[in-house]
């Protein structure tokens, strides 16, 4: 039995794909879905949980009947969790599945709003509206949701800076603890890709970059502090289970196409609705952890600490330090306001 303070559910169903989307997700019927919780509950009685942070990931997990979402809330072993996200989709949220999360003890709900503009969202292929999205999130706050997390897309084709502007703006007005902002990645096998082959899209880096620095600014000044690249929270609600992937800590995944990292191994669930299985575990060195550690923790505004990357990359370190991308502050390497707009070149060279 393998002991576990970090779980990720993998719910692999959307009523739609996206176009810009990637993640493994199916459309689903209730047959499907109703053997997915059942395959989902054989592979979690295979480990003793306890469990600090869980996050309930897709696809739509809040898609899940809640007939169904029960069977798999009850058989989570709670206890000493302090931070458990479910991930909605605005167009899935109800009053009743709401209060089954509370429940059950999910104290955190990560909205997949991407846009607060109707052509944005026709754009992405959402399947909710502007209005839709709003009347959901006041729907979990009548539930007695006190953290909430937005998430928003930027760089999307046909928007300009004005449309971004006034998304955060409406974001910044409904008062979420967390918002995360990310730009647009051409992804393969989605139609925004099929798009950008065929020449109909073509992304512009000066603006994406230019929205990039609008919304850090704006955040910032509504009192969100920047904690990692596409991550704002108001203090002390910055997301402790993404955390713990980027300070390099052991996790488990459930659910078809789900990865696992623990101790030196690493697998992924094989990408199928029923009968899943673990792949082939790599085994990963320590300096291999110890490059990803350094890599996806100057992701960070905290950085790292100096005993992880010193004598390992004091060269890099010294290049990077000259370029002024990064920064020692008392014993963390950190990244400057430059470095975090070039994070992907930092990351780079201690990979």
């Known amino acids: 039995m393998t002991k576990v303070e970090h779980l990720y559910v993998h719910v692999p169903f959307c009523a739609a794909k996206c176009n810009y989307c990637a993640f493994y997700s199916e459309a689903g019927s209730a047959e499907q879905m109703g053997a997915y919780v059942d395959g989902a509950l054989a592979e979690l009685s295979r480990y003793e949980l306890q469990p600090r942070t869980i996050f309930f990931g897709g696809g739509t997990p809040s898609l899940l009947p809640a007939t169904l979402m029960r069977r798999l809330l009850e058989k989570i072993p709670a206890g000493d969790v302090e931070e458990w996200t479910i991930e909605c989709n605005p167009a899935t949220v109800s009053t009743e599945k709401a209060k089954l999360f509370r429940e059950f003890g999910v104290n955190r709900i990560s909205m997949g709003v991407q846009a607060l503009d109707d052509a944005m969202l026709e754009v992405l292929g959402r399947v909710h509206s502007e209005d839709s999205a709003v009347r959901s999130y ?47 990645i051409l992804e393969e096998d989605t139609e925004f890709w099929r798009l950008f082959q065929s020449g109909r899209i073509k992304p512009d880096a ?24 596409s991550n704002f929270a108001k203090p002390g609600r910055e997301c402790a289970h993404n955390i713990a992937y980027w300070e390099g800590k052991d996790y488990l995944g459930i659910g078809p196409s789900a990865c696992s990292t623990i101790g030196d191994r690493r697998w992924q669930n094989s990408a199928e609705l029923t009968g899943w299985k673990p ?73």
């Open 206 to 229: 000066e603006q994406e970059l230019a929205m990039y620095e609008a919304g850090i600014e704006m955040l910032s000044a509504a009192g969100y502090r920047q904690y990692e690249i």
């Open 279 to 351: 792949g082939r575990a790599e085994v990963i060195s320590q300096e291999l952890r110890a490059s990803e550690r350094a890599a996806f923790g100057m992701r960070m505004n905290a950085g790292v600490p100096g005993e992880l990357v010193r004598g390992r990359w004091d060269q890099e370190i010294a290049e990077l330090l000259s370029a002024e991308l990064v920064q020692w502050r008392g014993d963390r390497l950190q990244p400057t306001r430059r470095g975090i707009l070039f994070a992907d070149e930092v990351a780079a060279e201690f990979l």
């Open 138 to 184: 006041e729907k979990l706050r009548a539930a007695g949701f006190e953290n909430i997390n937005l998430d928003l897309m930027f760089g999307l084709p046909g928007q300009t800076m004005a449309h971004w502007q006034e998304t955060l703006r409406r974001a910044i007005a409904l008062q979420p603890e967390h918002l995360s902002t990310y730009c647009l």
